[in-house]
């Protein structure tokens, strides 16, 4: 059971080059996420997906887009990469367990754009 | 506008010494609250969820508590190994049942 992963862990790319960040989660969880990170900041909801087939604004989605694929990825794609994207990016799935939502993150990707 | 404020942002502890770490919420109407620790160059791993203004939850050396304005972390006896970034979110009544505000975090280190 590997959880919620990411791919690539790490890229740099140039501004205007375009990439898309694969998520995945082998644990049946409905609803999915993307988060951005940055120093001095919380996490931030870039986009969610309730569940198979849909998809929602965050707080900052401007300049991405995304896919729930199926059940089990959720990708995120950067059009036209600009310096400001330059964050870690974080996927996760949510469970109920236990009486509780609990989310579980993958290990992030760490993008520069320069 | 709903937030979420984090206190101290550092904090350095002797193995032992115990403590707590605060958050601060203002939300229209809280649907819950949660607590993750997140390790340098990793994900948050979940630790906790509270819901209602006197629940509390415990976990090993921690124990997480929940009034109508904040939540604190209580680390008791700290060891190195607790030492990572905690990281507090809540779920606003107004905001749907899918969307989450994480505070900045506290980066704790416990010096042995």
């Known amino acids: 059971n590997a959880g919620v992963t990411q791919t690539p862990k790490f890229q740099v790319l140039k501004t205007g080059q375009s990439m898309t960040l694969q998520c995945a989660q082998d644990m049946n969880h409905n609803s999915m996420y993307w988060y951005r990170q940055d120093p001095g900041m919380g996490l931030r909801l870039i986009y969610y997906s309730a569940s198979e087939g849909t998809t929602d604004k965050g707080e900052v989605p401007n300049g991405y887009n995304v896919s729930r694929l199926n059940k089990r990825e959720f990708s995120l794609r950067l059009e036209s990469a600009a310096p400001s994207q330059t964050s870690v990016y974080f996927c996760a799935s949510r469970a109920f367990s236990g009486g509780a939502y609990e989310q579980y993150f993958g290990p992030g990707t760490r993008l520069t754009v320069t | 506008e709903d937030q979420v404020t984090q206190s101290p942002e550092a904090l350095r502890l002797q193995e032992g010494e115990s403590s707590s770490l605060n958050c601060s919420y203002t939300v229209s109407g809280l649907r819950g609250l949660f607590w993750y620790r997140q390790d340098p160059g990793k994900g948050p791993e979940f630790l906790f969820t509270?819901?209602?203004a006197g629940e509390e939850k415990e976990k090993e050396r921690l124990k997480a508590t929940l009034t109508k304005k904040e939540s604190f972390l209580h680390i008791t006896a700290p060891k190195p190994e607790d030492s990572a970034t905690y990281l507090c979110a809540v779920q606003a009544v107004g905001s749907g049942t899918y969307k989450y505000i994480f505070g900045t975090g506290t980066r704790l280190k416990v010096l042995a």
């Open positions: 509270l819901y209602s």
